[in-house]
Structure formats: structure tokens, C-alpha cells
């Protein structure tokens, strides 16, 4: 488990979800940058979830071929604006025909996009949010949260229209495996961006264990007691990282997780949180259930959520249907 985590984390392949809204258009920017430090693959994907009403705009063979045929003459008809979109995108990057390749998704969009990163083999997606476009509400409140839930890849939620290379990083920890999964990342991409990076662990009344309580000396409190075996499990953790000469800016914080890296992201003004999403520390749930989502909710940097390494998507791969719509819903 503790392995050198301040190693390169190379991304290999990242999947970027449009809406061609400027959060999405920042999104696709954030991830030029990432592969042009990593050298990691872009797919671009575009999603149309309404298949009703790209049926009724499709010509008489494209309804025929999506009611009785396979599909393929109405994927065509439909995926041919949303391409010609999307290569006008990619027009404007920086980066090499052979490092991007677009792609149409048709169906819901959590579904579509978890799908696809199986399919294509991505360890990353990134997003943008408030899109408003034809896809209207891209990724705000269900989709997102389904994302971070349930997609094995980790997932970059890009918030607001411009984006640029992370400033300052922040980085939640528990100590737990995926937490420390969390911090191998943010440390990666601290060192290719060059950015601040800071690392908080948040504790309260019910880290206390056992030996703590049997060892607390008369006069002294629970909480003084309880943030010196805190300090103490922190310092190790860092120690534990094998940072060479990076600088890391630790802070112990008290109360509930996800308010307290809230506050502690507008107090350093942070533009990325990252942190695990299904942590568990040897004392307690720490960043178990709704922490990363309500991180995402409340603040307002951009949000990196990582998976564990043993995470298995509960949308798995389906047979294909017509049009290559999934037969399973999540």
C-alpha cells in the first residue's frame, strides 16, 4: 500500500463529454492540456439522450432501418451534425487528428458515457457543467452525481467557462487506499502543472479510539487528545509519500468533512478539490456516501473524484440493441 505515490500518474486515455456549451468547450481545454503533459489519448463524446425527437426528424429510410433494421442508417443520419460540431472543436485545440477522435453516444448520458469509458478503456472523464445547450442541464445534479457513483474511471468535473491548468490543488485524505489513490493523482497533477498543492485531513469527537480514550491524562480534553493521534497518523501518511522536494501545505481540520473542505477550498481559493469517493478510514467512514457529492454541490472549483482501485461499475457493459442503445438502465 505504500508505494511511492508522488510517481507520474500517466493518463492513457481520456474520455471528454460535450454538450458544446462553454463549460464543455472548457472541459475539452483542461484536457488538451492534460494530454499534451501526459501524452494520453482524447474521444471526444457528444450525447443525444432524446431519441424520440431525433426520430422524428429523421428521414423515412432512418425511421424505417432504427424500427426494424439494425440501426445503422439512423446513427448515421443523426450523428452527422453532432460530428461536423465536434470537429469544428477539435479545429481549434492545439493537439494532433491521431491524439482525438470524436464519437456520437445515443441514450441517457450516465449510461452512455460509463459505457463508453469500459468500451474505450479510459481512466479519466472530464465534464463540464451547466450546459445548456440542445442537452439542456449536461451535467448538473443527477448526471454528475451518477457519474461520480458510478463510472470506474476517475471524474473531473470541470466547473464555470474558462478554464486553465490548476493554481492551487487540494486533496482530501482519510488514509484510507482510495484516498491515497486521491493524493497519488493530485501530487501528479500538482508536478505537471506546477501548482500549490495541499492536503487536509478533517476529524472530529469519533476518531477517538479505544487507546486513545484508555490514554487521555487527567486535565487534559477528548479533542486535544483525539487531534494529537490525528496530527501524528497525518504526519506519517505524508511521510509515507516519499515527496522528494515537493511542497505540500498540510491542514487538520475539525468538523463535518464535506463543510469543512468546502471552507478550507474558499479559504485557500482552490480551482480543484480531489478526494476518493467511497474512503473508509481504519476508524471510521470518513469520505463514505454523499461527501464527494455534496463537495461537488457546494463548492466551486472544479471537482476530481477517484475511484478504488477494486471499483466495479454497476453499469456493465450491454448487448447491444438497435442503434446501440444499452438494454440496461442505473
Known amino acids: 500500500m505504500n508505494s511511492d505515490v508522488s510517481a507520474h500518474v500517466a493518463y492513457r486515455h481520456i474520455l471528454?463529454?460535450?454538450?458544446?456549451?462553454?463549460?464543455?468547450?472548457?472541459?475539452?481545454?483542461?484536457?488538451?492540456?492534460?494530454?499534451?503533459?501526459?501524452?494520453?489519448?482524447?474521444?471526444?463524446?457528444?450525447?443525444?439522450?432524446?431519441?424520440?425527437?431525433?426520430l422524428e426528424s429523421a428521414s423515412y429510410e432512418g425511421k424505417k432501418d432504427f424500427l426494424y433494421g439494425e440501426g445503422s442508417t439512423f446513427h448515421h443520419e443523426v450523428e452527422r451534425d453532432s460530428l461536423a460540431k465536434m470537429q469544428?472543436?477539435?479545429?481549434q485545440t492545439n493537439i494532433g487528428s491521431d491524439?482525438?477522435?470524436?464519437?456520437?453516444?445515443?441514450g441517457a448520458p450516465h449510461l452512455q458515457i460509463a459505457t463508453a469509458v469500459q468500451s474505450e478503456g479510459c481512466d479519466l472523464v472530464l465534464a463540464?457543467?451547466?450546459?445548456?445547450?440542445?442537452?439542456?442541464?449536461?451535467?448538473?445534479?443527477?448526471?454528475?452525481?451518477?457519474?461520480?457513483?458510478?463510472?470506474?474511471?476517475?471524474?473531473?468535473?470541470?466547473?464555470?467557462?474558462?478554464?486553465?491548468?490548476?493554481?492551487?490543488?487540494?486533496?482530501?485524505?482519510?488514509?484510507?487506499?482510495?484516498?491515497?489513490?486521491?493524493?497519488?493523482?493530485?501530487?501528479?497533477?500538482?508536478?505537471?502543472?506546477?501548482?500549490?498543492?495541499?492536503?487536509?485531513?478533517?476529524?472530529?469527537?469519533?476518531d477517538a479510539t479505544e487507546e486513545v480514550l484508555s490514554k487521555i491524562p487527567n486535565g487534559s480534553s477528548l479533542r486535544s487528545e483525539v487531534n494529537v493521534e490525528a496530527k501524528k497518523r497525518f504526519d506519517e501518511f505524508v511521510s509515507s509519500l516519499n515527496l522528494g522536494t515537493r511542497t505540500v501545505q498540510?491542514?487538520?481540520?475539525?468538523?463535518?468533512?464535506?463543510?469543512?473542505?468546502?471552507?478550507?477550498?474558499?479559504?485557500?481559493?482552490?480551482?480543484?478539490?480531489?478526494?476518493g469517493t467511497i474512503g473508509r478510514s481504519g476508524i471510521r467512514e470518513l469520505l463514505l456516501g454523499n461527501t464527494a457529492e455534496k463537495v461537488l454541490d457546494t463548492c466551486d472549483c472544479s471537482i476530481l473524484t477517484v475511484k478504488p482501485a477494486d471499483f466495479v461499475s454497476p453499469i456493465i457493459l450491454p448487448f447491444k440493441s438497435v442503434a446501440g442503445q444499452p438494454k440496461t438502465d442505473a
Not at 88 to 91: E, N, S
Not at 99 to 106: A, D, E, G, M, Y
Open 88 to 91: 469544428k472543436l477539435i479545429a
Open 128 to 206: 463540464g457543467t451547466r450546459g445548456m445547450s440542445t442537452w439542456q442541464h449536461f451535467l448538473i445534479g443527477s448526471t454528475a452525481k451518477r457519474l461520480v457513483r458510478n463510472c470506474p474511471a476517475s471524474v473531473w468535473i470541470v466547473k464555470g467557462e474558462t478554464q486553465s491548468q490548476p493554481q492551487r490543488i487540494l486533496a482530501a485524505t482519510d488514509f484510507s487506499d482510495v484516498s491515497r489513490k486521491a493524493v497519488q493523482e493530485s501530487i501528479s497533477i500538482a508536478n505537471q502543472a506546477n501548482a500549490e498543492l495541499h492536503l487536509v485531513h478533517v476529524i472530529d469527537s469519533l
Open 16 to 54: 471528454v463529454a460535450t454538450d458544446f456549451s462553454p463549460p464543455a468547450e472548457a472541459a475539452l481545454k483542461q484536457a488538451v492540456w492534460l494530454s499534451q503533459k501526459t501524452g494520453a489519448k482524447i474521444t471526444l463524446a457528444h450525447c443525444l439522450p432524446n431519441i424520440r425527437k431525433l
Open 250 to 275: 498540510q491542514h487538520l481540520s475539525y468538523g463535518t468533512p464535506w463543510q469543512e473542505i468546502g471552507r478550507l477550498t474558499k479559504h485557500i481559493n482552490a480551482d480543484l478539490v480531489v478526494l
Open 99 to 106: 491524439q482525438i477522435r470524436p464519437i456520437t453516444l445515443l
